[in-house]
C-alpha cells in the first residue's frame, strides 16, 4: 500500500513541478513567489523547526491577507507532524499539517471513514534553499463541504493561497481550474475521504 503511493507520487510529482513552474510564471512579477525550488536543502528536523520557527509570524500574517476566516489562527490547531517534512507533491516544499478541532479523526481515520462537515486541513510551507534562503510558501487548504455541496470533489473545497494572501485558486471560487489537478491527486486516497495523512517518520499522535 505504501509502496504503491510512493510510486504515485514520483510519478505524479513531476507533473506538479511543472504545474507549479507555470504558476510561477504567471505570477513572477507580482512578488517573489519561491513556488517551487529545484535544489531543497537537506535539513535535520531541528533545522527544520529552527527555520520555521524564525518564519511563523511573517506566514500568518501573509496568509491572513487572503481574509479567508476558516484558516484564521491555524498555527493554534492541533498540527500532526514533529517537524516540517519536503513534500515532493507540493512543490518541493517544506511542509507542516495541521487540522482544526472538527477534523478530530483526520489522525486516526480508517478505511471507509470520513471527516465530518466543517473539517479544515491546512497545510503551510515554506521553501530552504541550498544558499540557506528562507521564504514562506504557498498554504494549501482543504474544507469539508456540506454534503451535496461539490459533488465533483466529493465535497471537499481545494484553495490554494500565495504567501502574500492572494486566492491562486479555489475550487468554489475564482480560478477553479487552476486548482482542479489538487482534487485529481487527493483521489488516489478517495478511501481515506481523500486525504494522506503525513509521512510515517514524522507523524506525531493528536
Ligand atoms: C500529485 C499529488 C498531489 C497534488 C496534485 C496535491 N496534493 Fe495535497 N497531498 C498529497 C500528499 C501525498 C499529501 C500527504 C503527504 C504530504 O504532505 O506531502 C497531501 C496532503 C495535503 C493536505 C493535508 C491533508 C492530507 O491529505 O493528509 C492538504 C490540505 C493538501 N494536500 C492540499 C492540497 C491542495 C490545496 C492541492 C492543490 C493546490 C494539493 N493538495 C495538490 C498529494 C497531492
Request: charged share 20%; glycine share 6%; proline share 4%.
Amino acid at each position: 500500500m505504501t509502496i504503491d503511493f510512493q510510486q504515485n507520487f514520483q510519478r505524479t510529482a513531476t507533473a506538479i513541478a511543472l504545474l507549479l513552474a507555470c504558476a510561477n510564471m504567471a505570477i513572477a512579477d507580482e512578488q517573489d513567489a519561491h513556488l517551487a525550488i529545484e535544489n531543497p536543502a537537506e535539513l535535520s528536523k531541528e533545522e527544520a523547526e529552527a527555520f520555521y520557527r524564525s518564519l511563523t509570524r511573517r506566514m500568518a500574517r501573509g496568509y491572513a491577507a487572503a481574509r479567508l476566516d476558516m484558516i484564521r489562527n491555524y498555527q493554534n490547531w492541533p498540527v500532526f507532524n514533529d517537524a516540517p517534512y519536503i513534500s515532493a507533491t507540493h512543490g518541493q516544499r517544506y511542509v507542516n499539517s495541521y487540522a482544526n478541532r472538527m477534523a478530530h479523526n483526520y489522525g486516526t481515520l480508517q478505511e471507509g471513514e470520513a471527516l465530518p462537515a466543517g473539517s479544515v486541513l491546512a497545510k503551510d510551507s515554506m521553501t530552504v534553499t541550498d544558499e540557506g534562503n528562507v521564504h514562506p510558501g504557498a498554504m494549501f487548504v482543504m474544507e469539508k463541504l456540506r454534503e451535496g455541496a461539490s459533488p465533483d470533489t466529493a465535497d471537499w473545497r481545494y484553495i490554494m493561497v500565495l504567501p502574500d494572501g492572494s486566492v491562486f485558486g479555489d475550487t468554489t471560487g475564482n480560478r477553479s481550474a487552476a486548482v482542479a489537478y489538487c482534487h485529481d491527486c487527493h483521489e488516489q486516497v478517495a478511501d481515506r475521504d481523500y486525504t494522506f495523512f503525513v509521512p510515517e517518520e514524522y507523524r506525531v499522535a493528536n
